[in-house]
């Protein structure tokens, strides 16, 4: 009888005094591979009293954080218009997630990242991110970051992640390149830089690693293909399409190109390729497809050209109303 009071004591304990502290217990679902788990709908904010809770095996180093579009409208305004992530810190790594190798947070509405430093893999896809904060006394393990569709537009505190091999910034608000942000990251490789940048300029740097570089969806007018090569010796996809040139740069820079054995375009976009997969605002050369530019020259005269027309008339009407006026008050 003593035994089983004693038992029921420690079952309720176990059930009651989670509930009674306040902490939210996370149950970690199962990946696809057992050091894989996924989290649902985790919420933190920095400095809260109580943290959150993940309950994961020891085996797990992959942690996917989830969030439900469904969950997080209809919780929205309970949260008092807070997101339910929105910054991804030291501490949800390594106090709330015990320090995962590999992060994945996408579509969750993150704004902040402050980098771990032993985080190996970080995939923050698709949020609204505009900062990243790093340490440049430190030394970071990074070797693989996803920050494409977010909103940064400076690239400067990204310098430290020396380690980088893949670094995927597409979607973002950068409209300029620093060299120097890239001037240490020696074993990078993989680079997709979709934005709107109107030029790039690898001069005064070295990738000797670097197999892909992506620049298409941009506004380059152009790109020094021999520059290019010389920073990335061992380049070989470098795809170049849906930018605003003229037909015979494009022509020039595919020819260059195909001489130093580089893949201009994605070849999975290809399978099924015919002229007619351009758009109608698109021209292809050799199976690559930029846009139109129009001719800037011709547009401002006319532009000039309607705005004197339209003056020469103002002032017409302006100069017969007077007349008028003066006519009428002489009698």
Same mark, same amino acid.
């Not at 007018?221 to 040139?245: F, H, K, T, W």
């Given at each position: 009888?003593? =035994?089983?009071?004693?038992?029921?004591?420690?079952?309720?304990? *176990?059930? &009651?005094?989670?509930?009674?502290?306040?902490?939210?217990?996370?149950?970690?679902? #199962?990946?696809?591979? $057992?050091?894989?788990?996924?989290?649902?709908?985790?919420?933190?904010? /920095?400095?809260?009293?109580?943290? #959150?809770?993940?309950?994961?095996?020891?085996?797990?180093?992959?942690?996917?954080?989830?969030?439900?579009?469904?969950?997080?409208?209809?919780?929205?305004?309970?949260?008092?218009?807070?997101?339910?992530?929105?910054? =991804?810190?030291? &501490?949800?790594?390594?106090?709330?997630?015990?320090? /995962?190798?590999?992060?994945?947070?996408?579509?969750?509405?993150?704004?902040?990242? *402050?980098?771990?430093?032993?985080?190996?893999?970080?995939? %923050?896809?698709?949020?609204?991110?505009? $900062?990243?904060?790093?340490? #440049?006394?430190?030394? =970071?393990?990074?070797?693989?970051?996803?920050?494409?569709?977010?909103?940064?537009?400076?690239?400067?505190?990204?310098?430290?992640?020396?380690?980088?091999? @893949?670094?995927?910034?597409?979607?973002?608000?950068?409209?300029?390149?620093?060299?120097? @942000?890239?001037?240490?990251?020696?074993?990078?490789?993989?680079?997709?830089?979709?934005?709107?940048?109107?030029?790039?300029?690898?001069?005064?740097?070295? %990738?000797?690693?670097?197999?892909?570089?992506?620049?298409?969806?941009?506004?380059?007018?152009?790109?020094?293909?021999?520059?290019?090569?010389? +920073?990335?010796? +061992?380049?070989?996809?470098?795809?170049?399409?849906?930018?605003?040139?003229?037909?015979? &740069?494009?022509?020039?820079?595919?020819? $260059?190109?195909?001489?130093?054995?580089?893949?201009?375009?994605?070849?999975?976009?290809?399978?099924?390729?015919?002229?007619?997969?351009?758009?109608?605002?698109?021209?292809?050369?050799? !199976?690559?497809? %930029?846009?139109?530019?129009?001719?800037?020259?011709?547009?401002?005269?006319?532009?000039?050209? &309607?705005?004197?027309?339209?003056?020469?008339?103002?002032?017409?009407?302006?100069?017969?109303?007077? !007349?008028?006026?003066?006519?009428?008050?002489?009698?």
């Amino acid at each position: 009888m003593a =035994y089983n009071a004693s038992a029921f004591l420690l079952l309720f304990c *176990v059930l &009651v005094i989670p509930l009674s502290s306040g902490v939210h217990v996370y149950q970690c679902s #199962p990946g696809t591979e $057992e050091t894989l788990c996924v989290v649902n709908n985790l919420a933190y904010s /920095p400095g809260q009293d109580r943290l #959150p809770q993940v309950n994961r095996s020891d085996t797990v180093n992959r942690i996917h954080l989830r969030c439900s579009r469904y969950y997080y409208y209809s919780n929205w305004n309970s949260r008092s218009g807070k997101d339910l992530l929105s910054v =991804y810190d030291v &501490v949800l790594h390594s106090k709330v997630l015990r320090s /995962p190798r590999s992060a994945t947070v996408i579509n969750c509405h993150l704004h902040t990242l *402050v980098m771990p430093l032993d985080l190996e893999v970080g995939d %923050f896809f698709n949020n609204y991110v505009s $900062e990243v904060k790093t340490d #440049p006394t430190q030394s =970071y393990n990074l070797r693989y970051l996803d920050l494409s569709h977010n909103n940064l537009y400076d690239l400067g505190n990204l310098s430290v992640l020396v380690n980088l091999q @893949t670094l995927k910034l597409d979607g973002n608000a950068i409209d300029e390149i620093n060299p120097e @942000t890239f001037a240490r990251m020696t074993n990078l490789s993989i680079l997709s830089l979709g934005n709107s940048m109107t030029e790039i300029d690898f001069t005064s740097v070295s %990738f000797v690693s670097m197999r892909e570089l992506d620049l298409e969806s941009n506004q380059l007018a152009g790109l020094d293909v021999a520059s290019m090569m010389r +920073a990335c010796p +061992a380049l070989q996809l470098l795809p170049i399409e849906y930018n605003p040139m003229p037909k015979d &740069v494009a022509q020039r820079i595919v020819k $260059e190109l195909t001489r130093y054995n580089v893949t201009y375009y994605n070849e999975g976009d290809k399978a099924s390729y015919s002229d007619s997969s351009c758009d109608s605002d698109e021209y292809s050369v050799d !199976r690559a497809c %930029f846009l139109e530019t129009k001719n800037k020259g011709s547009g401002s005269f006319l532009k000039a050209f &309607v705005l004197i027309l339209v003056g020469i008339v103002l002032f017409g009407v302006f100069g017969l109303s007077a !007349r008028w006026i003066w006519h009428e008050m002489r009698y």
